[in-house]
């Protein structure tokens, strides 16, 4: 065949395209990057604690409450006062009624229902629906021999190991043949291994425990995530939250911790949230430089009074959850990997006659979110 032959300048779509070298970045540009800030925490801060076996179980208990509430409108010369949890009194309790100022002395107890001494101190005065009762503790006799002994019953609270893997898989052609981003195999690996931790950040969030045998002879198990645990300081603006609203939600917060008077905690928040706290004003969230350098993120600080958090703007919260906010104590959080079962990267796991490599991300792990009412979630807020 005769050559192809052109006059005039040669431009470089008369060229053959092979043999025009390719400007191709060796970096691969990806969306979503590593984002697993509360499992770095976590295993930074608490470290790991092995779990023994498929169910991670640990005990609860807290000091007999001295707060109760009446549950109906009780007249001044009414004897009987009905309260959501009788079990908090006891014969010779001083219950004050904070509305009022008026001091009772317990009688005796029935069920959800107080007998009491009308006036012990102050005056006798009409209760009303939902009145706050603060315990005072008894007032002896006298004399007289050491009341009941009461105490709280210790719970049990238990969570699953869930097993999560994720897979690499190339040909032998593939792993031969050059990359511009170098070796692809590594890439892949390095790539996986990003997906793997947000997906146990994922877990850490939201997962829901839950254990079944339906799909096959063999149990599969999910883990329960902070999510499932947080049931009483639950919190919902529903819209546009004001600083009064959040101060609030952080004194309720910051009632409770696992050790006793922490003043410092970790908010795990939407970029709406923190959007919605700059919009105060200036100054609400300052750079924690110290935290930052440890945790390698960008860590603020937002002060509240005498409480501290640690604010995370979390990547992860995001449809349907970019409202969501958590208020946590790190102290009652632990990552709990499966003793020998803990991340990692098992290799060349292929079929011995195939022409190629698959390696695996392999991970059986549990949390353990302690104490409930040392954590808070928030959700609904628009900015």
Not at 171 to 194: F, L, P, W
Not at 296 to 309: K, N, P
Not at 333 to 341: A, D, F, S, T, V
Request: proline share 4%; charged share 20%; glycine share 8%.
């Amino acid at each position: 065949m005769p050559p192809t032959i052109r006059s005039g300048n040669l431009a470089t779509n008369e060229v053959l395209a092979a043999q025009l070298v390719v400007d191709m970045g060796t970096d691969v540009m990806q969306y979503d990057p590593p984002g697993a800030p509360m499992m770095k925490i976590i295993t930074k801060r608490m470290g790991a604690t092995p779990a023994k076996a498929t169910t991670v179980r640990w005990m609860e208990d807290e000091p007999i409450p001295y707060w109760d509430q009446a549950t109906a409108i009780v007249a001044d010369s009414a004897l009987i006062i009905p309260v959501d949890n009788g079990a908090y009194f006891q014969a010779g309790n001083l219950v004050k009624v904070v509305r009022t100022d008026e001091v009772v002395r317990v009688s005796g107890v029935a069920g959800n229902n107080l007998t009491v001494t009308r006036a012990w101190a102050g005056t006798a005065t009409a209760l009303a629906d939902n009145d706050y009762l603060l315990n005072l503790s008894t007032a002896e006799m006298e004399g007289d021999v050491a009341p009941e002994a009461r105490h709280t019953v210790k719970v049990e609270r238990t969570n699953y190991t869930q097993i999560r893997k994720d897979t690499v898989h190339l040909t032998g052609t593939n792993m031969a043949v050059e990359h511009y981003n170098g070796d692809e195999r590594r890439y892949q690996q390095r790539k996986t291994g990003e997906f793997h931790a947000r997906a146990w950040e994922e877990i850490g969030l939201h997962g829901r425990k839950a254990e079944s045998t339906s799909v096959g002879a063999k149990p599969i198990r999910s883990c329960g995530g902070i999510d499932e645990t947080i049931s009483t300081n639950v919190f919902s603006p529903g819209g546009t939250m004001t600083e009064s609203e959040f101060i609030s939600y952080v004194s309720q917060a910051f009632r409770f911790s696992v050790n006793a008077g922490r003043t410092r905690k970790l908010l795990l928040a939407s970029s709406t949230v923190i959007n919605t706290i700059n919009s105060w004003g200036l100054g609400k969230l300052q750079i924690n430089e110290r935290e930052s350098a440890s945790y390698g993120m960008d860590i603020s600080t937002y002060v509240a009074g005498s409480a501290r958090l640690e604010v995370i703007d979390h990547p992860l919260l995001e449809n349907g959850y970019e409202g969501f906010f958590y208020i946590v104590d790190p102290d009652g959080m632990k990552y709990r990997p499966l003793q020998g079962r803990g991340t990692k990267l098992h290799t060349n796991i292929q079929d011995p006659s195939e022409d190629g490599c698959k390696d695996e991300y392999r991970t059986e792990a549990s949390f353990q979110f302690a104490l409930d009412k040392v954590h808070s979630r928030g959700s609904g807020v628009t900015f």
